[in-house]
């Protein structure tokens, strides 16, 4: 064989890999036009009994110097990346996606803004005890220029006996305190049947992390026109965590916080594992802000600081953490709360940076 042969026979090649990669392209808009059709009809994607009968008839058609194992490996690749291509598309049609809105989406709480490139503080008791608790909290935080009161007044809890909150007595407490300071409120409600109720009293409705999933409250707070903080789930993957997001924004709210909290791993060191590259990872694939809770991440207020460091620093719009007058007699998570001194250095530190950030 000559070289000029040779050469002939790599340009059959070369024709060769671009005529499968144009069968590959025209395979690959039809699996599109099929997963749009399977959409609609509310069919999982996925069917192995119908990617069985496709592999049989490639076996029964097979003939060729390939090995069959070495044909259906092919194959099966080609139905793989055929799946994650219906998977792609699918991404692209959610509403809290860059690919639907590329620029940010602006959360504004009574003209606290997140998502504009500001970086806030978002500041308060684990759970409302009484007024005067929360009262303290909150002088300490606006006479550091704070305006974003968190605080428990429904407190789902791991054990049935731990203190459940105050209820509406401490909404009523926490918009009290509010409207007295001059600050927002920021508050967990649990079901769907307390929204209605909690929109005289709260600014943000904050979703916790073992609500995330609970579908039916996502779609209510979804229907309402308030700034929702949703929370991780305990063991959630940022793409279920996107979807929770979803539900809320399909329903016409799009002020919606994302708050990374910590998820659970094998590691005992914190009370959970902060995720710090979801930060920029849900910045990335949203356009929803995204705060950090480093109080529940962690647990340890010894990690405060160099969490809520690593979390503006990576662009977080907003840092949340716990504060309270008493930490030892506090009626729940008492270990992780600062109390007003160690609050005071926290954020004036955290001011430090982030000016050595801008």
């Not at 090649?13 to 690959?28: A, C, H, S």
């Not at 509310?42 to 076996?59: A, K, M, N, Y």
């Not at 329903?251 to 009370?271: P, S, V």
Request: proline share 4%.
């Amino acid at each position: 064989m000559t070289t000029n042969d040779l050469s002939q026979l790599r340009d059959k090649i070369d024709e060769v890999n671009l005529q499968i990669l144009e069968l590959l392209n025209k395979r690959g808009e039809i699996v599109q036009e099929i997963g749009h059709v399977k959409e609609k009809q509310g069919i999982v994607r996925f069917d192995p009994v119908r990617e069985r009968q496709s592999l049989d008839l490639i076996i029964e058609n097979h003939d060729g110097p390939f090995e069959l194992s070495t044909v259906q490996h092919i194959f099966k690749e080609i139905f793989k990346a055929s799946l994650e291509l219906q998977k792609d598309n699918h991404k692209k049609a959610l509403l809290v996606s860059r690919k639907a809105q590329p620029e940010n989406t602006i959360v504004d709480v009574n003209g606290e803004t997140f998502g504009d490139g500001s970086q806030r503080f978002i500041m308060g008791p684990c759970a409302v005890e009484s007024y005067d608790q929360v009262k303290e909290v909150a002088v300490a935080m606006k006479e550091q220029g704070l305006t974003l009161l968190r605080g428990g007044a429904f407190k789902p809890r791991t054990s049935p006996y731990d203190f459940q909150g105050l209820g509406i007595e401490g909404l009523q407490i926490l918009r009290r305190v509010a409207d007295e300071v001059g600050m927002s409120v920021v508050s967990e409600i649990l079901t769907p049947q307390d929204v209605e109720t909690a929109l005289d009293y709260v600014d943000v409705i904050q979703i916790g992390a073992r609500n995330m999933q609970n579908f039916e409250l996502l779609k209510t707070v979804g229907s309402v026109k308030k700034p929702v903080l949703l929370k991780r789930g305990l063991a959630a993957t940022i793409e279920e965590f996107i979807n929770a997001a979803e539900y809320i924004i399909s329903r016409g709210n799009d002020q919606i916080i994302l708050c990374e909290r910590g998820i659970r791993t094998y590691e005992k060191a914190t009370r959970n594992t902060l995720d710090i590259s979801a930060v920029p990872i849900l910045k990335k694939e949203t356009h929803l802000p995204v705060t950090v809770d480093v109080t529940h991440s962690t647990g340890r207020k010894d990690l405060l600081f160099p969490a809520a460091k690593a979390a503006l620093a990576i662009g977080a719009d907003a840092v949340m953490a716990e504060v309270h007058p008493d930490p030892a007699v506090a009626l729940s998570d008492s270990a992780q709360q600062m109390d007003i001194a160690e609050f005071n250095s926290f954020i004036e530190d955290l001011k430090t940076f982030k000016d050595k950030l801008a």
